[in-house]
């Protein structure tokens, strides 16, 4: 395996948490019974924000999906051009 394809590999593994944690601010916001002034994010074990107002939740949702399908079309880029230099 060359090593164009294990980095685009590598991006596309990075790129699942964030989408995941989309999906779970989306569900957060969505579907969560609201108990105060808001939640506290935390991604891979770190503190992000600790007072989250439920108005910032979108912002931060969309964020973290951007850049979730922004590495994926990278990794994706990646992986293509990894295998048109192996044809030639």
Known sequence: ??????????????????ILKALDL??????????????G????????NDKLPYGQIPI???SFFTIGILLMVFA????????RRKEY
Do not use: C, H, Q, T
Request: avoid cysteine.
């Open 41 to 48: 994010l935390y991604f891979f074990g770190i503190e992000i």
């Open 76 to 83: 994706f880029i990646l992986f293509i051009r990894a295998k």
């Open 26 to 39: 989306y569900n957060r916001f969505y579907n969560e019974v609201r108990d105060g002034d808001g939640i």
């Open 1 to 18: 395996m060359n090593k164009l394809r294990f980095i685009a590999m590598i991006i596309f593994v990075i790129s699942i948490p964030f």
């Open 60 to 62: 931060y949702l969309w």
